[in-house]
């Protein structure tokens, strides 16, 4: 008797040995990834994990590491469950906040199941990297009515969806006389390709807008910030029409001179022309 009870306690202590053996094996053999380490803004991640129990309810969260884990918007960072396949297998998204919640951070993502417990951290950075505005492709001249063209490039980085708002910044505005249009006002990027995309935009002018150099800025928002590019429309001055006529006739001791007429847009007379000199004895 005394035999078997030492057997059992031995037993016992095998048993116990085993579970916490299989218990560690199956918290270490738990994992969760992503389908990237960065994503922009407005991205989604895509997750995918193993090493959980065949058929079990797995708990995910997405936290902000550090002192405030549910950042500024609590709504993305709620837990939420998936059911992992026969083979204990989860997949599962998440979408990365567009409204600045996520721009910058660090999160880590963890994944519970009724034993097995993973983690991975990942991060979130802009892949909108710039953009860039060419001159005016055409000379402007007061009195005519004509239009501009600037070519504006909008560069990214990386993987990931990316769209990029184009306006004119109503702080720094064009003039009165001067309408704009963007061959694209919404440049759209999908997959990793291409790196950079033009819109084109266009500037058009009234014949009455005054000669001069006209600064205005280029409002540019996509993947959770905002650029502003400098730009210069220049309006060059009109030339005048001037038509100077000289004397040419028999001598009649009179005074004589140049006659002419200067004028300019719209054939609009102006005043100052001078013809120099009248004379009355001049040899020849």
């Known amino acids: 008797m005394k035999t078997i009870l030492r057997n059992s ?33 407005g991205a989604t991640a895509i997750i995918t994990g193993s090493g959980f ?46 409204d600045g919640d996520a721009l910058g951070a660090t999160f880590l993502l963890t994944a519970d199941g009724s034993i097995a417990h993973a983690e991975r951290t990942f991060t979130d950075a802009s892949n909108f ?11 402007l001249t007061y009195g005519v009515g004509n239009s501009t063209i600037y070519a504006i490039t909008i560069n990214r980085s990386g993987n990931g969806n990316l769209t990029v708002g184009l306006s004119i910044d109503p702080s720094n505005p064009l003039p009165i006389g001067a309408t704009s249009t963007f061959s694209v006002s919404s440049v759209s990027f999908t997959g990793n390709t291409p790196s950079s995309k033009i819109s084109n935009l266009t500037i058009s002018t009234t014949n009455f807008l005054n000669a001069g150099s006209y600064n205005f800025k280029v409002k540019a928002t996509g993947g959770g910030i905002t650029i502003f590019i400098d730009a210069v429309l220049t309006i060059n001055k009109a030339d005048a029409s001037v038509t100077v006529n000289g004397y040419t006739g028999t001598y009649d001791a009179a005074a004589h001179g140049a006659s002419g007429s200067a004028t300019g847009v719209g054939g609009v007379a102006l005043t100052g022309l001078i013809l120099g000199d009248s004379f009355t004895n001049v040899p020849g």
């Open 129 to 139: 990297t710039g953009a860039t505005i060419g001159a005016q492709n055409t000379a």
């Open 53 to 98: 129990q065949a058929g079990e309810t797995v708990t995910l969260l997405v936290e902000h590491v550090g002192d405030d884990p549910l950042g500024t918007d609590e709504q993305y960072h709620q837990p939420w469950t998936v059911v992992a396949d026969g083979s204990g297998n989860i997949e599962t998204s998440w979408y990365v906040p567009e």
């Open 9 to 41: 306690g031995f037993l016992t202590i095998v048993l116990l040995i085993a579970n916490l053996f299989f218990v560690s094996a199956a918290f270490g053999q738990a994992t969760v990834m992503t389908d990237l380490l960065d994503y922009p803004p």
